[in-house]
């Protein structure tokens, strides 16, 4: 198979080289010793060309997140968009496609069916919201939501119809192949993202979290395998050590303990956004940011501190710190053996020392659809049947029936509260 | 590839193993399209089709008539046939030998999706029939709230279960395996979820798409017998223009005058919930138009697809459970499609019909304990006041 990957030479990052073989250079690893970090010669340069990138990454990063909620979400969007390409790049044979041009267009048509069709699910109540205003608009907008699933399903048949109608005879296993490739990449890509940007709009705080816990968990694992690392992990990826996988668990669990505290007091991180304003946020956090006090009785009389404040929002910090370190690396190791079983060294080439966006979002992309579902689980308070039943009053009510109804909702529920007693 | 075969439909109890996958040289010659007028053994074949039809059809309005959840477990087993013939059908029985516990895996995924699936569709109806006992219905309630935790964590479990089960030099299998498997389960689970969920909304909005792609089927069959002369396209070289313009028409009267026959049976109109619940008989008949439209048009391309992929891959036919019909997904491949497209049209032009003041006043008291229903009220004035705010 020819590669357009390459550039395993990190000095020079901007110059892509194209390799025609796809074997592993012989310098790095060989497959049967064990090539750990500790003995590797060239591991002082490489260590700085990655930490190089990572300083550039998280400084870029904190900028959006200064930014806001919408720039965040539109990064989200880069990446994926980013992730998708790299990803359908990957397994396709350069030669096949010659005879069909289709492909690619037809791949560009799913993934934007896939995109309308799920953050149109997921912005759907913020946009009511900020529409309000306008009669027009409003109209235009709660149309759209009531069609939407109309629209995207006609969209991805429409994309159905279509391969059926390009299957040309000889290529049949090659091109169902692809498909099914197309649908994967889009589950794995979108699944992550819908449920990154809803976070988001939860509380940057909930999206903020989980995703430092991956960065210090890698970091952590880097430097504990770096300086300690002796005992192989797991032959999956040969680089990977028992040493650092116990310290950096410890370390993520102690440091998502702390940062939840420090970031639990900024109101810009832990407010919802309810419409898609940009401007500053007010609100009520909730009882989980508020401090409780605890006494220290057991500690000595000289110890400054006689009580601790903790926010409740640490303790469900220790369990995403928990899952951050034991099972989010698992999503690191699929990537591994998704490499390693079609023979490829990395995923693209965008990040100098790192490979490709998907090689740095594999283990992030596991810990955003666990951060989603405790946060709908364990944190969100409100229940899935109030959030419908809203969504369908303000889509296809109008506004006076909807007062109507605000109206007679009233009246009911003052009889049964006085019945009840 | 070893492959069950069943090609002499005549003993349809018999397995045959075929140690090779052509398609026998007495069907299809790949050059020349092999219409069904020309088939000396047309005849035979027919009357096959026609047994198992009869029993199929039979069957079916057997359970239709037992209700709601029979036909919800006849969906459920059908869905087990077909994960198990597709499961089955990429298997390579040499790698298996080496890898134990893997198909287990298939079947905890398929549990674990079952679950979620169900579980969300259920979950609305369950509160509904608890709410007498507060034990139950703390128990239910809870059960609901964890429902996505629980499923992830099933997820996950077998997630990791794959990864230490990947073994050097199968790695490359055991990934078009996961691949597979997912495929299989969004395939399968998409469409008979929104299956169940369209009949509890009223068996008839269950009823009339399947009939509709059966009559489509028999009719495309029927006329591309005595009539058809042009191939149609030329992945399936049995189909003919006759015989997909002749279904055409005949699916969409007969969607026209089904309809009016199966809603007068409160039966099938009732969705589960809301015994009181009326649709007047015309409007109903302009939505069976489209359903129609759509059974003859576009569902086929769902045979298309089906037999676009037994080509790629050198199959003959998914399974050999139905003689003269190869296996449970080869019927089922164009009621997938249906089932999908009849869920999101009922979800966007029939239901938001039946919206008004009072039927989601009705739907708040009967679905929402009274604390969700004083949460719903507060948010509601909430926004309304916002808007009125923004107005003024």
Redesign the interface.
Known sequence: MNKDLGGSTPATPKLRRRKHSNEIPSDISKSNGGHLLVDNNSKYKSMWIRTYSTIWMIGGFAFIIYMGHLYICAMVIVIQILMARELFNLLRKIREDRHLPETYQLNKHFFFTAMLFVYGRILSPRLV?TV??DKVLYKLVSNLI??H??IC?FLY?AG??W??LT?K?KM??Y??GQF??T??IL?VVFTQSSFTVANIFEGIFWFLLPASLIVINDIAAYLFGFFFGRTPLI??SPKKTWEGFIGASVATIVSAFLLANFLGQFEWLTCPRKDLSTGWLHCDPGPLFKPEHYRLPWFPDWFPWKEISILPVQWHALWLGLFASI?AP?GG??AS??K???KIKDFGDSIPGHGGITDRMDCQMVMA??AY??H???VKS??F??ET??E???V??T?E??????R???E??QE?GTS?W
């Open positions: 919201n309000t205003s009531k069609y699933m109309v399903y048949i159905i119809i391969f059926i299957l005879k049949y296993k091109q169902f099914a490739w649908h994967m589950i032959k999956l099972i698992f190791f699929f053996g998704f390693r079983a079609f659809v666990f579902i405790y709908q689980s364990f409100q229940s049947s109030v039943i809203v369908q009053i303000l296809n009510l506004f029936e909807q007062i109507d109804l605000y007679r909702l009233g009911i529920l049964r009840s």
